[in-house]
């Protein structure tokens, strides 16, 4: 983290500029269950006109979620069909909060479907959704 964010208070008090708001900020709300975005939603997709493709993971369907007996819990994936790179991340469940990092890294590095598809993740956890859901996304994507 640059120098620029960690002063935000001390440059606010001073009448300082700060610094650009960070291009894909997680939100969280911690409720149970809890609900954690990143990047876009699938109405600002439509709204641009962006052919696009979801992927969906169920906690349940995940090693970890049969460890817990997680019966409820998703995560969705927002893919581009035409550059295969993520544009949102969306989940409700255990560990939303947790887990919407990972999203957040690969959108700031702008990271495609691949990705997912292409690393292991940790086995039993709840990140598995994130191969879980790309793999989703991939079937139906146009190839």
Not at 11 to 30: C, E, Q, S, T, V
Not at 84 to 103: C, D, N, P, W
Request: charged share 20%.
């Amino acid at each position: 983290m640059s120098a620029g964010y960690r002063c935000i208070p001390a440059r606010h008090a001073f009448g300082l500029p700060l610094p650009p708001a960070p291009a894909f900020f997680p939100y969280g709300i911690y409720a149970v269950p809890e609900i954690s975005t990143v990047g876009m939603t699938e109405q600002e997709v439509r709204q641009r006109g962006i052919n696009y493709e979801t992927g969906i993971a169920r906690f349940r369907e995940t090693g970890r979620g049969h460890i817990m007996g997680l019966q409820q819990g998703l995560m969705k994936m927002i893919f581009s069909n035409k550059t295969r790179r993520l544009l949102g991340v969306h989940i409700i469940g255990e560990g939303a909060t947790e887990l919407i990092h990972i999203g957040q890294a690969v959108l700031n590095l702008k990271g495609t479907i691949d990705y997912f598809i292409e690393n292991t993740f940790n086995y039993p956890t709840l990140a598995e959704a994130y191969k879980i859901a790309a793999l989703d996304a991939w079937n139906r994507m146009a190839r």
